[in-house]
């Protein structure tokens, strides 16, 4: 199917875009357009290591300041800058360079749905963990976590519907404040955000309402309107309701199984090994979404069931009705390590696959040899 992306965010359109336009001339003509895309994803995910190195717990910001050093926070800011830049003439490129590649396009969005957790996870040292007197508490990072893949997949979901991706406003909304937010704790220090910002509310909650207002009240009521529109006009690409919902169900029980896990585990895992959770929940989250970025491309219909969904219930019930006991944390860090090399395996596959299929090399202009 031809790849139709409809951008019509004002930051974007008229601040953005121009930049990327200037950008894009000095790449040189012979890089790959997917080198682009992974060089971007290959430096978020270096930061979000060196943060941890600092921070593994996410109390570094809250209980002792100063831990993580500011030139740490100034990388973030620039690594995430060139993230977001790469990530936004990746395409241009290809274009320019005429190697536009269906290969390309589930390069692109499917290692942004696994960085989509890893700018957030990022992003918390900077709040810290709730001590009594400030910061976030992990269940709140749980639920903020949710709430942006939830928009990821929401504008995914609409266009395995419609066949348009409408690229959410709150994308370069959220790359801008994230750059801005690294910005001012590398020049203030991480003290900004644990004082009063306004009527006794701290910057950090302030986030929390533009984060929460933007996805339930602008992202989510524009899906539901395009895909709403497109049902009039009889652009659809699903006739059935069953099928339109299909891919939300995967997604859906992934959220219900680990919330269950969340609420009622015995050794409080979430509060315990807060950085391994949510990180296991974005690596489960991306592949899943994955699987229904290939069903839109392919036009083919997502199974009901995620294969991972059954390990994982397997374990959550192993560890809310006792059976794991002190285990618990130890059978988290398994199955995350192999949970991550299931989606990494996954993830080398299909792009074996598809570049053999498409006779294409994939961080590599010159063309297949056909045996």
């Known amino acids: 199917s031809q790849y139709s992306a409809v951008d019509t965010n004002p930051l974007s359109v008229y601040v953005m875009q121009p930049i990327w336009n200037k950008m894009i001339k000095i790449v040189p003509l012979w890089i790959a357009p997917n080198l682009l ?15 941890s190195l600092y921070d593994w717990d996410y109390t570094a910001s809250g209980t002792s300041p100063g831990l993580v050093p500011t030139w740490v ?28 590649t269906p290969l390309g396009e589930l390069f692109d969005h499917g290692l942004d749905s696994w960085a989509t957790s890893i700018f957030v996870l990022s992003f918390f040292s900077v709040c810290s963990r709730d001590n009594g007197k400030n910061g976030v508490s992990v269940y709140t990072m749980y639920i903020y976590l949710s709430i942006v893949l939830f928009n990821f997949m929401c504008s995914h979901w609409e266009k395995y519907n419609t066949g348009v991706l409408f690229l959410p406003w709150g994308y370069d909304i959220s790359q801008v404040v994230l750059i801005a937010a690294y910005l001012l704790t590398g020049a203030v220090g991480v003290e900004v955000w644990q004082k009063p910002f306004l009527f006794g509310y701290y910057i950090t909650d302030a986030l929390v309402i533009l984060l929460i207002g933007f996805s339930l009240f602008l992202s989510f009521p524009q899906t539901l309107y395009n895909i709403h529109r497109a049902h009039l006009k009889k652009t659809l690409k699903n006739d059935s309701l069953y099928e339109g919902l299909l891919p939300l169900v995967s997604p859906l029980l992934l959220f219900l199984l680990l919330t269950v896990w969340v609420v009622l585990s015995p050794g409080n895992i979430l509060a315990k090994q807060p950085r391994l959770f949510l990180w296991m929940v974005g690596v489960a989250f991306s592949n899943v979404i994955c699987k229904v970025i290939i069903c839109q491309m392919s036009s083919t219909q997502p199974e009901l069931f995620h294969w991972f969904l059954f390990p994982l219930a397997l374990v959550v019930y192993a560890a809310i009705s006792g059976l794991l006991g002190w285990t618990e944390e130890a059978v988290l860090i398994v199955f995350t390590v192999l949970l991550t090399a299931a989606h990494v395996h996954y993830g080398v596959c299909v792009g074996r696959q598809l570049s053999e299929h498409l006779n294409i090399y994939i961080f590599s202009l010159k063309k297949r040899v056909q045996e």
């Open 73 to 100: 926070w100034l990388f973030s800011a620039f690594t995430t800058f060139c993230a977001y830049a790469l990530d936004s003439i990746d395409g241009k490129h290809a274009r320019r360079t005429q190697s536009s």
């Open 37 to 51: 895309t992974f060089s971007g994803f290959v430096m978020i995910l270096v930061n979000y290591f060196l943060i």
